[in-house]
């Protein structure tokens, strides 16, 4: 474990941290819900082409009631920190699926926990046979790559290594289920569990052939909610084969073979736009009713119900 050196700053906090801490109360204790900070691929993209799904990369802020997790630190990262502001913890735990530039770009620009030196951010990295993200992580913040070191950074860092295939369990007695991805240098999945509900997100992950992979459909088995990387088209797949993402169609082969209730995709394209990606979605749907393509804000609550995910009040943006 590794903690960083902090410096005094000024504190976040204004009417848009006290609505985010109502937004969260209002879940209950026994909620699960699941909230897309940055649903997109390999690298952020803007313009007209993308205000519907968004362009930041991948982040995830989950809560089992008012317990929070945050799921990679993609360029989404930032949007999470500016929503919340002073109305996060004061030791959060960021999960890594793995450590590729697209999920760890953001991780300086987390202003309300960077900012903060009495915050503590509890980095999580299962894909590196047991080590953790210091090595990486402090050769990524660095000159001639990057102005500064993590260790000018205010805020506490403090880097866990683990296996992914064993449990986190943290001292507050929650448990986070994971298992080891197909991807190049490897992947992380995980599985939440609160209030009877169950999620999975499966994200980055080429499937395997044959498919679905029994250990992976017995890892997701009755998720009320899974959330899948599909990439990439049918058409586009074979002369990416090797990169290490999926299609909708095999996320939704998995889910049938596992009994899972709703898919939500992500990681999507960056060349795939708004119209194409309604297209996709449409096409899916036919296939999974209770499947989507996730949008950036999007929020959804967890086993609410079995269809509907694509709409109010399940899918709410803000």
Same mark, same amino acid.
């Given at each position: 474990?590794?903690?960083?050196?902090?410096?005094?700053?000024?504190?976040?906090?204004?009417?848009?941290?006290?609505?985010?801490?109502?937004? !969260?109360?209002?879940?209950?204790?026994?909620?699960?819900?699941?909230?897309?900070?940055? !649903? &997109? /691929?390999?690298?952020? !993209?803007?313009?007209?082409?993308?205000?519907?799904?968004?362009?930041?990369?991948?982040?995830?802020?989950?809560?089992?009631?008012? &317990?929070?997790?945050?799921?990679?630190?993609?360029?989404?990262?930032?949007?999470?920190?500016?929503?919340?502001?002073?109305? *996060?913890?004061?030791?959060?735990?960021?999960?890594?699926?793995?450590?590729? +530039?697209? =999920?760890?770009?953001?991780?300086?620009?987390?202003?309300?926990?960077?900012?903060?030196?009495?915050?503590?951010?509890?980095?999580?990295?299962?894909?590196?046979?047991?080590?953790?993200?210091?090595?990486?992580?402090?050769?990524?913040?660095?000159?001639?790559?990057?102005?500064?070191?993590?260790?000018?950074?205010?805020?506490?860092?403090?880097?866990? /290594?683990?296996?992914?295939?064993?449990?986190?369990?943290?001292?507050?007695?929650?448990?986070?289920?994971?298992?080891?991805?197909?991807?190049?240098?490897?992947?992380?999945?995980?599985?939440?569990?609160?209030?009877?509900?169950?999620?999975?997100?499966?994200?980055?992950?080429?499937?395997?052939?044959?498919?679905?992979?029994?250990? *992976?459909?017995?890892?997701?088995?009755?998720?009320? +909610?899974?959330?899948?990387?599909?990439?990439?088209?049918?058409?586009?797949?074979?002369?990416?084969?090797?990169?290490?993402?999926?299609?909708?169609?095999?996320?939704?082969? +998995?889910?049938?073979?596992?009994?899972?209730?709703?898919?939500?995709?992500?990681?999507?394209?960056?060349? =795939?736009?708004?119209?194409?990606?309604?297209?996709?979605?449409?096409?899916?749907?036919? !296939?999974?009713?209770?499947?989507?393509?996730?949008?950036?804000?999007?929020?959804?609550?967890?086993?609410?119900?079995?269809?509907?995910?694509?709409?109010?009040?399940?899918?709410?943006?803000?």
């Amino acid at each position: 474990m590794t903690q960083c050196n902090a410096i005094e700053t000024g504190p976040f906090g204004d009417h848009r941290a006290e609505a985010a801490a109502a937004e !969260v109360a209002a879940l209950g204790d026994r909620s699960l819900s699941l909230r897309f900070w940055g !649903v &997109r /691929g390999s690298t952020p !993209v803007s313009g007209p082409d993308y205000q519907e799904f968004g362009g930041n990369t991948p982040c995830l802020e989950i809560r089992c009631g008012q &317990r929070l997790f945050i799921l990679d630190a993609g360029s989404g990262l930032n949007a999470c920190g500016l929503h919340h502001r002073a109305g *996060l913890p004061q030791e959060i735990d960021l999960l890594f699926s793995h450590l590729h +530039l697209d =999920h760890t770009a953001g991780l300086p620009f987390f202003k309300p926990a960077i900012l903060d030196p009495t915050r503590t951010v509890n980095t999580y990295c299962g894909n590196l046979d047991g080590a953790c993200a210091t090595a990486a992580l402090d050769r990524l913040f660095s000159p001639p790559l990057f102005p500064v070191t993590l260790a000018c950074m205010p805020a506490k860092l403090a880097h866990h /290594g683990f296996r992914a295939g064993e449990p986190l369990v943290f001292s507050d007695g929650m448990r986070v289920e994971t298992i080891l991805l197909n991807h190049p240098q490897g992947s992380t999945g995980y599985r939440f569990e609160h209030g009877g509900r169950r999620l999975c997100i499966i994200s980055d992950i080429e499937h395997s052939d044959p498919w679905p992979d029994p250990a *992976l459909t017995e890892f997701v088995r009755g998720a009320d +909610l899974m959330v899948y990387d599909g990439m990439f088209t049918e058409g586009e797949y074979p002369v990416c084969r090797g990169w290490g993402h999926s299609t909708w169609q095999k996320g939704a082969e +998995l889910a049938q073979a596992a009994g899972v209730a709703a898919m939500a995709i992500i990681h999507l394209h960056p060349a =795939h736009t708004d119209p194409m990606l309604r297209r996709i979605e449409a096409e899916m749907q036919g !296939v999974m009713p209770t499947a989507f393509i996730a949008r950036e804000r999007q929020m959804v609550e967890v086993g609410a119900l079995a269809s509907g995910w694509g709409t109010p009040p399940l899918a709410r943006t803000g």
